[in-house]
């Protein structure tokens, strides 16, 4: 820290009646200083600046106002787009005003133009729109909307990821995020009873995914091709599937219209499975072995089963990423001969 040293009364008096008039005209601090220097004050900017954001906060935010992020990298795109197009700067600058309604400096297309700086800033994709249909984000929908979670946390803080017992899982998930959010592979921890964590600050995968999943905003992701269509049952099934040694396949969940959504894609897969029945009780206590602890159901649970006659289908189409879950899988058609 710096000691300050006082102005003395007179050049003090002098700059705050020149802050007073200055603003006024709407001038900005370095006008004003200079205004005080013809006149003969001798006082330094950074004192001027001081006394200006000390008396006129409001300035401070205007100067700190932008535009939102999302708009910025769409600017950004436009700006790049131009450039390649062999635009100089001005023109840039005009055709942007024309196209966007938006007023870019020179110098900001010009930073833009030679990469010192863009409005991602570590963030790809910022918003829903930014999201491109990909194998990897289907894997990344099914695996959240089975055992993952999507939390706003401190009003601005976008987490979403998932808590699996399978590290094979959790591999694929976080490879997948990667992918989707172009950056590197979030690490995984382990937490103390042996479970998986991955978690990632994203808004738009939290505007996609947060709970209840809304089917609508999913659908055009997961539909776009037969292999989305693939990836995002194997890893809904991964999380919230199970198979027994008779071959039984079953998924859990307790959101009614995710599950018949499961089971219309697996319909179109050509994978037929049996209506959703109750299978746990609202209020029903019930013990997870894993944790040792008894719980009580929140909601009403759904199960449905794949059709014992598609088994094999669902084993060629989709299958599991959880090895134990496709070991057990293939022993049973190995046994009926099927394999
Ligand atoms: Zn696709």
Request: charged letters at 35%; hydrophobic letters at 30%; proline letters at 4%.
């Amino acid at each position: 820290m710096t000691t300050q040293r006082r102005l003395p009364p007179e050049v003090k008096e002098k700059l705050l009646e020149a802050l007073r008039v200055g603003v006024a005209k709407g001038y900005g601090y370095v006008k004003i200083w200079r205004m005080l220097k013809e006149n003969g004050v001798e006082v330094s900017i950074s004192t001027v600046r001081n006394y200006y954001y000390k008396n006129f906060p409001e300035k401070l935010k205007r100067r700190g106002r932008c535009l939102p992020r999302e708009l910025r990298i769409k600017l950004y795109q436009k700006v790049l787009e131009l450039r390649r197009q062999g635009l100089g700067y001005k023109r840039i600058k005009k055709k942007i005003e024309e196209l966007c309604n938006v007023s870019l400096s020179i110098s900001t297309i010009s930073r833009w133009c030679r990469k010192i700086c863009s409005p991602h800033n570590g963030c790809r994709v910022p918003s829903v729109k930014f999201l491109e249909p990909s194998p990897e984000l289907s894997q990344v929908i099914g695996t959240v909307a089975g055992d993952g979670f999507a939390t706003k946390k401190n009003g601005n803080e976008y987490v979403i990821g998932a808590r699996v017992k399978d590290g094979d899982l959790i591999e694929e998930f976080s490879r997948c995020l990667g992918k989707v959010l172009g950056r590197d592979p979030p690490r995984p921890r382990q937490e103390k009873d042996g479970a998986f964590v991955v978690e990632v600050e994203s808004k738009a995968l939290y505007e996609l995914l947060r709970k209840p999943i809304d089917i609508n905003r999913i659908a055009p992701f997961v539909e776009h091709c037969e292999e989305c269509m693939r990836r995002f049952a194997r890893s809904f099934f991964d999380s919230e599937g199970s198979v027994d040694k008779d071959g039984k396949i079953r998924c859990y969940n307790s959101d009614l219209q995710l599950l018949q959504y499961v089971r219309k894609i697996l319909n179109i897969l050509g994978i037929r499975t049996t209506r959703p029945k109750i299978c746990t009780k609202k209020g029903t206590a019930f013990f997870d072995r894993r944790r040792g602890k008894t719980y009580t159901a929140k909601k009403d649970v759904y199960r449905i089963c794949v059709r014992m006659s598609d088994v094999l289908r669902f084993y060629q189409r989709i299958g599991f990423t959880i090895q134990r879950k496709q070991k057990r899988l293939e022993e049973y058609l190995r046994k009926r001969g099927l394999l």
